[in-house]
């Protein structure tokens, strides 16, 4: 029973922020009959203002929100493109702010150059290493090979999971620095900001929460070693 309680307070552990991440989306996603303009209109004036040259706002899938350096598009999700909520407009002020971070060639927007290419290349190693392990035992024949492609596996697959909380510093600027004080020049009314505040807290920790999940398939695969 103790064991059975510490594996559900650990997977809560995990889990737990990317709920939290989807369920203050949510809350606050509730329309506003007397919001000036969508997520996608923010975005495009955000764009116009700061003069982000090249700098286009698409419209993507479900909760695909994010900014493409490489493309130089600020992709909206459905619900915060056309949206005329606080979560709409926080989430696009957001992606807009890491639009801004590149264009300006900041310091903070090399991390996600520096470490997130690095964790998608490192995760699908230790994919592959986990994949083959038992392929590799049956052709070599001995269990100590087996254990020691669980334990590089695991090492890489967790080195992933670290490299996304490395770009923390990155969403907390997109949120904080930049998408935080242009809300404040008007864009949203006062009594909105607190609700603003915790979407754009949210969104900062939105790759946390995911390198969390990573941190879940590591035990699940942990377990398959054992």
């Not at 904080?176 to 900001?193: D, S, W």
Request: glycine share 8%; with cysteine; proline share 5%.
């Amino acid at each position: 029973m103790p064991y059975v309680l510490i594996t559900l307070a650990i997977v809560a552990l995990i889990v737990g922020p990317q709920l939290w991440v989807r369920y203050v989306l949510w809350r606050h996603s509730t329309e506003i009959g007397d919001m000036p303009g969508s997520g996608a209109e923010l975005a495009e004036h955000l764009v116009e203002r700061y003069e982000l040259d090249g700098v286009k706002v698409i419209k993507a899938g479900k909760d695909q929100n994010y900014y493409s350096p490489a493309e130089k598009i600020v992709a909206l999700s459905p619900d915060v493109y056309h949206g005329k909520s606080v979560t709409a407009v926080a989430v696009a002020a957001h992606e807009v702010g890491h639009a801004i971070q590149f264009c300006r060639e900041e310091p903070v927007s090399r991390l996600r150059d520096k470490y997130l290419g690095r964790a998608g290349q490192i995760q699908k190693i230790g994919g592959y290493i986990l994949v083959a392990a038992p392929i590799l035992t049956l052709l070599i024949k001995s269990p100590v090979i087996f254990l020691w492609i669980g334990v590089i596996a695991v090492i890489t697959m967790l080195a992933s999971a670290l490299m996304y909380v490395a770009i923390l510093p990155e969403e907390y600027d997109a949120s904080f620095n930049k998408a935080l004080p242009i809300l404040r020049e008007g864009y949203l009314p006062e009594h909105l900001m607190g609700k603003a505040h915790s979407v754009l807290r949210a969104c900062a920790l939105t790759y946390v929460a995911g390198a969390l999940l990573d941190v879940l398939r590591l035990w699940r695969w942990i377990r398959f070693i054992r």
